[in-house]
């Protein structure tokens, strides 16, 4: 019976030692697969991890090469900034010299030429229809009428003024104005080296579109072209440009002519009044003041 209970006691150890031993293993062995494992995802994920890296990097890389770094973009925007400073201030400068030069000669105008003015400012805002029609500021108060003929000066002729147009609207402060290029101003002419008539009809750009009235008559590039006198609106004599084209219509029916004017109708800002349309003398410069024009030239 005693050696039974030995026998069983010795059986029960050998078990618990051989359940602990393999317990022992198991455990040795899950820690180095763990270990394994973690080596395994940490060399896995640090593999991903540097190629994002480079990824990222290159992709940067390309954007600062494109748009350039933060630095880079907020100096060229501050570059930018100053170009458009310059070219405002350049535009400036410009219009100050263009406007000087205007203004001498619209002094000149007013003291050489045998007729009186009253000087006025275009106040129209709305620039695209500046060639057709605008508004001055002078009205009634400064004794602007109805029919009133405006004249702007002109320093690249031999004439002191160039025709505009005439005044269709007097307020008491402001007048509307009509330019010869409105459909519904035709202007007639005369060619002062044949003494033929036409009429203006169109205008296309800066150049002024008409016709003769007799498809026989006289007409070449250069003729000085004049207000006739006809129609009872603008008097004999105020000039109006010079032939640039003359051409036939296709059925041979009307002689076309183009007329280069000495107004630029897109950029009007300044103008003159005529006062006493009726006593209007054409305002041709002397041989004196050409003379010395030339020399100061």
Known sequence: MAYRRRKKSNKSFLITTLALLLTIGISSQTESLSGAGSNLANTIFK??????????????NQIERTVGSKETRSEVMRLESENRSLVMENARLLSVINKEDFLKNEAKAIENSPNEFIKASVVNSDVTSLTSNFTIDKGKKDGIKKNDIILQA??????????????TEVYDTTARVETINNQA?????????????GVIDKFTS???????LDVESEAKNSDVLMTSGLGGVYPYGIYIGTVSNV???????????TVDSPVDFSHIYRVLVLKGNQDYETDEKSNEIEGEESVSE
């Open 47 to 60: 593999s991903i991890e540097g190629l994002t890296y480079s990824v990222s990097s290159e992709i940067m």
């Open 247 to 257: 051409s036939m219509s296709q059925d041979s029916l009307r002689k076309n002519i």
């Open 154 to 167: 002109i320093g690249d002729s031999k004439y002191y003024t160039g025709l505009v147009g005439k005044v």
């Open 185 to 197: 101003n035709d202007v007639s002419f005369i060619n002062t080296r044949s003494g033929d008539y």
């Open 206 to 212: 800066r150049t002024i579109q008409g016709y003769m």
